[in-house]
């Protein structure tokens, strides 16, 4: 069956790759190629044009908000909720709200306790509202939302301007969820979702896991005052948000710190090497290239290059790298210690009693 040059281009990177794989035809090859780049690039134009825009409009300070929302806004198209559109649309804003008022709620909150609370009952919320099908990857995507907006709260003025630039994120997000998504899972209540809410669901144990994970590290390390533990909880999330976490998280881990120290390691050596005039250029470059990336350890590679742009004004070149590295470490150290830990702990003791419970019926 033939595909358009305009479908090809909304096709995932690796279904595209293998495409190619499955064709000897040279000239398709060459046009699946075309399509592959022109796609990142797209995305990268779209990603400047839009994130520009939105902090001109309400401030550098929540650029975070704004690549957030963008995150969101491409995964809207492809990626539904789950269940009816209208309990859907009330759940994105429901997530919204918390996405804006959590962070700043749990910097605000002294105390180790309740930061541990405010966090957990926010990302249980968004996990569960959006996570009824957790192979599509919501799961990584608003916990990564979530921790971006955490490690850059905002108080006052910019707190306004982050609210107003929520608003209109939800209501862009929302038409492109409603326009893609109106039409399925008509008959399914969100309500109906809750009444079969069980923890002997290994869904439900996947969204407990990456829950109390993620809030976790965020609540120790942002109460110790680590400096950009963010990226410990991009690197927890990641592996935690894995749907099949139980087979892959060693591989994953490894493919991790592979990626940061290189990503991290390439860095250094072409910012040292470039002329300062190109210096900006990193960001968008790297960006274009994880476009084409399928591997997990070379997308990981080239995020170091946007987080490694903004990082080097604040700590240096050379203290940005080494942050990314050790912070990158303590993350999926911990989500390794976490997991081992919520395996014989807790999924152990909730096996056993669903055991029991079936010897006694």
């Avoid at 909720?81 to 910097?107: E, K």
């Avoid at 996570?131 to 850059?152: D, Q």
């Avoid at 326009?179 to 309500?191: D, I, L, M, P, S």
């Avoid at 990626?259 to 250094?268: I, M, P, R």
């Amino acid at each position: 069956m033939f595909i358009s040059f305009y479908q090809l281009i909304q096709l995932d990177p690796s279904m595209i790759r293998r495409m190619m794989g499955q064709t000897k035809d040279r000239e398709e090859r060459r046009r699946l190629r075309i399509a592959m780049i022109t796609r990142s690039a797209l995305i990268v134009v779209f990603a400047i044009l839009f994130i520009g825009l939105m902090t001109s409009l309400f401030g550098a300070e929540n650029s975070s908000m704004a690549v957030s929302i963008f995150c969101i806004l491409l995964a809207s198209r492809f990626v539904g909720f789950g269940y009816r559109i209208s309990d859907s649309l009330f759940s994105m804003a429901l997530c919204f709200l918390v996405l804006l008022a959590g962070p700043v709620l749990a910097v605000m909150i002294p105390g180790f306790f309740w930061t541990l609370l405010v966090n957990f009952g926010c990302l249980f919320l968004i996990v569960l509202m959006t996570c009824e099908n957790p192979e599509m990857g919501n799961g990584g995507l608003y916990t990564f939302a979530y921790i971006f907006l955490s490690g850059n709260p905002v108080q006052g003025e910019a707190f306004l301007n982050r609210f107003y630039m929520t608003l209109l994120g939800f209501a862009l997000c929302g038409l492109v969820l409603w326009r893609n998504h109106a039409g399925q899972n008509r008959e399914r209540t969100f309500v109906s979702i809750l009444k079969g809410y069980s923890l002997r669901n290994p869904k439900y144990q996947w969204q407990l896991r990456l829950t109390l994970g993620v809030t976790l590290l965020l609540s120790l390390f942002s109460t110790l005052g680590l400096t950009r533990y963010m990226w410990a909880g991009f690197a927890c999330g990641s592996l935690l948000s894995d749907v099949e976490v139980e087979n892959r998280i060693h591989e994953k881990l490894r493919d991790r710190v592979i990626g940061a120290a290189a990503g991290s390691a390439l860095f250094y050596v072409i910012w040292s090497l470039l002329p300062a005039s190109f210096i900006p250029l990193l960001g968008p470059v790297g960006g274009l290239c994880l476009g084409l990336c399928t591997e997990y350890r070379h997308k990981t590679m080239l995020n170091c290059f946007g987080a490694l742009s903004l990082a080097a004004g604040m700590y240096g070149l050379k203290g940005a790298v080494w942050l990314r590295i050790v912070m990158t470490l303590l993350g999926v150290l911990f989500a390794l210690v976490f997991f081992w830990l919520f395996d014989h702990f807790i999924l152990s003791k909730l096996e056993e009693k669903a055991r029991d419970e079936n010897r006694t019926a």
